[in-house]
């Protein structure tokens, strides 16, 4: 069964900054763009970043400015660098293909939780 592995979520407070990891087959990586996703309790899973093979990037406004998304093709990994982070940043965060999702993909998630 074909999955991610996403890590380094975990509890910080307001302004801090979390570096999250997420390794992805090779097959699914070297042929994809690939974006990180939240989904909020109660609501629904959003795309908050993605990064083409090239390596340009596009984010959500609600992110923009404060997160950094970047791959290493080599690794077959992409990270979310979080930074200034705000309480309605407290969600689960999964990584996946972008912008449309490939549904057996779907990791477990790491869960980042920001304290005010």
């Known amino acids: 069964q074909v999955h991610v592995a996403e890590s380094g979520g975990g509890l910080v407070q307001a302004g801090g900054s979390l570096r999250l990891s997420c390794a992805a087959p090779?097959?699914?990586?070297?042929?994809?763009?690939m974006g990180w996703y939240r989904q909020a309790p109660g609501k629904q899973r959003e795309l908050v970043a993605y990064?083409?093979?090239?390596?340009?990037?596009t984010y959500a406004d609600s992110v923009k400015g404060r997160f950094t998304i970047s791959r290493d093709n080599a690794k077959n990994t992409v990270y979310l660098q979080m930074n200034s982070l705000k309480p309605e940043d407290t969600a689960v965060y999964y990584c996946?293909?972008?912008?449309?999702?490939?549904?057996?993909?779907w990791g477990q998630g790491t869960q980042v939780t920001v304290s005010s």
């Open positions: 990064i083409i093979r090239d390596g340009r990037t």
């Open positions: 996946n293909v972008a912008p449309l999702p490939l549904a057996p993909l």
């Open positions: 090779a097959s699914i990586f070297s042929k994809n763009t």
